[in-house]
């Protein structure tokens, strides 16, 4: 039989660049229907009409850690103050869901069905109703899956499919009927933030070599995947995907790079150390003030500031990362992930000598090189403890605190300050150490990944908001917290990801016999001064006083001449 009606049109292919006048945008989604786009700067959430030019606030939402869209789109679901929450995007307050038993990191689907499926990150996958009630397990985490994130449900709820960190490789897997199989996993690469796309594909983001975001075909039937991956845009990452197959993606137009940057306590820029690198974290300060320990890509290295050489501490090790120093040595400790948390010590003098000391991630030491405190995952993998032991392994380790992490110990030796989420988000909180006795709240209004300045008078952490937050302390007569104050907010483009303070000289010292060099003073570091003249009125004066120079990670990205295209 013969038609004369003509074929259809092919589907219109449009280009657009949304520009977002609000700063960095951070955790986007298109909304099911493909007419608006939610997104977060700072601790506002926005949603933007892909017909409009303005965007709206939903001030119902503020202070959201992560969410996801409602199938009809005119929800979202969002987590703050371990509840999940509800806010329809056109009007109307927030509304809790159910109790989150644990901290969520922004992954979440919401079925047809009116299922919620999110995803615990160390502990597994886990549903509940739209209406509330109990969470139910679907795939709890074991020494082989230590990682999941980005669930998706597939059309028909034939299953979902889910990012996966397997043996410190990260990809994509499928669960169906309560059984996990693999998808897709590349050698030494990572694949983030998975999506389905009703054209028939799974898209996700490339991070490392030929990074970018990639499709593979997939059959919804079939439960497979049926070709072979291909890139659909070089410039691309966290894509996203609603039911017109409009794809969003934040255009990147360039491998995403980090640098070592010295700046004051006004987030002034100062100096830049070393050159831009894939997958650099974790600075830490040799005694010497001159060697910077960092991890870069799955090994540590010794960045050298005077020298501007960059030398390898490590070869071939799995994820190593989190190093510091042993006080007055070359030796540095560090975790290393290969199929489980393992804290080693490596000998940078002895060509790279690796010994493995005790299961646990994120090491921090005593000032005297005595003991090493360390984070490690409970049983059920949901939650954190904080633990200490002594280095040379002669003693088990001790259990400081509970729901616990990144502790630091204090340069006196006697306090450690540490992350927490018993009251439902990450606060800093303070206790004497070893005994574990005492507990003071260090942070009022979120904070994680606390450090001592080196003289123990002051405390930072990441605030919210992209705020880094400073408290004075002290210790003689008794111990008494001063008021939480901001230092300087994050700049636009920037990333501050790791926390480390440098000693800066303020005259010509001598240690054994031999001059030092001399550091400049930066004028209009009034703090600082004022800081080092409290420190002699203790009797604490030292040799080498403090202003606390922080270091911080930038992150670079490359645009191409006129932007994306």
Avoid: C
Avoid at 238 to 265: C, E, H, N, Y
Avoid at 430 to 454: H, I, M, N, T
């Amino acid at each position: 039989m013969w038609s004369l009606r003509p074929a259809p049109p092919e589907p219109l292919l449009r280009k657009i660049a949304l520009h977002v006048p609000e700063g960095e945008p951070n955790r986007f989604a298109i909304s099911p229907d493909g007419n608006r786009i939610g997104y977060v700067v700072g601790q506002s959430f926005y949603i933007r009409e892909l017909d409009s030019w303005e965007s709206r606030e939903i001030a119902a939402a503020e202070g959201m850690e992560g969410w996801f869209w409602s199938p009809d789109g005119l929800s979202v679901a969002f987590s703050r103050d371990r509840k999940l929450w509800r806010v329809d995007v056109d009007g109307g307050g927030s509304s809790a869901i159910v109790d989150l038993p644990w901290p969520l990191n922004g992954s979440g689907a919401w079925g047809e069905d009116g299922r919620i499926v999110v995803a615990a990150d160390d502990a597994g996958l886990f549903e509940v109703s739209q209406r509330g009630g109990d969470w139910r397990p679907l795939l709890e985490t074991d020494g082989e899956t230590v990682n999941v994130s980005s669930p998706v449900l597939l059309p028909g709820g034939r299953g979902i499919v889910y990012q996966a960190d397997r043996n410190g490789a990260t990809g994509l897997d499928l669960l169906v009927d309560g059984q996990a199989s693999e998808l897709l996993r590349i050698p030494d690469e990572f694949l983030w933030t998975v999506t389905y796309a009703p054209t028939g594909h799974l898209l996700y983001w490339r991070f490392r070599s030929n990074s970018g975001v990639w499709a593979v075909p997939f059959s919804v039937d079939e439960l497979k995947l049926t070709g072979e991956p291909f890139l659909v845009a070089s410039n691309g990452a966290r894509p996203t995907v609603s039911a017109d197959s409009t794809l969003v993606f934040k255009a990147i137009g360039g491998t995403i790079m980090r640098q070592l940057i010295w700046v004051d306590r006004q987030g002034n820029e100062l100096a830049r150390i070393g050159e831009p690198q894939q997958r650099l974290g974790h600075p830490a300060l040799a005694a010497d003030q001159n060697r910077i320990a960092v991890s870069v890509e799955d090994d540590i290295w010794i960045q050298d500031i005077e020298r501007g050489t960059a030398t390898r501490a490590t070869f071939d090790e799995k994820n190593a990362a989190w190093p510091v120093w042993l006080p007055q040595s070359d030796r540095i400790v560090f975790r290393q992930r290969d199929g489980g948390d393992t804290i080693s010590v490596v000998d940078t003098g002895a060509r790279g000598a690796v010994e493995t000391m005790m299961t646990g991630d994120a090491p921090a030491l005593s000032p005297d090189g005595e003991y090493v405190v360390f984070s490690r995952r409970r049983e059920d993998a949901a939650t954190w403890d904080q633990w200490y032991a002594p280095l040379d392994g002669e003693a088990e380790p001790t259990l400081l605190t509970e729901q616990a992490r990144l502790g630091r110990v204090s340069p006196d030796g006697r306090y450690i300050v540490y992350q927490s989420d018993e009251s439902g988000r990450d606060e800093v909180y303070l206790k004497r150490f070893p005994s574990g006795e005492g507990k003071w709240q260090v942070s009022v209004d979120g904070g994680a990944v606390p450090r001592w300045s080196p003289t123990g008078t002051e405390l930072f952490w990441h605030g919210p908001g992209g705020n880094l937050m400073a408290v004075d302390f002290e210790a003689v007569p008794e111990l008494k917290l001063g008021v939480p104050h901001l230092l300087f907010n994050y700049q636009p483009g920037w990333m501050l990801r790791f926390l480390l303070l440098r000693r800066q000289l303020r005259r010509t010292a001598l240690r054994d016999g031999r001059p030092r060099r001399r550091e400049r003073e930066h004028p209009g570091d009034q703090h600082g001064r004022e800081l080092v003249r409290g420190v002699r009125r203790n009797g604490l004066n030292r040799r080498f006083p403090i202003l606390g120079r922080l270091l911080r990670v930038s992150t670079y990205i490359e645009r191409k001449p006129g932007g994306f295209r």
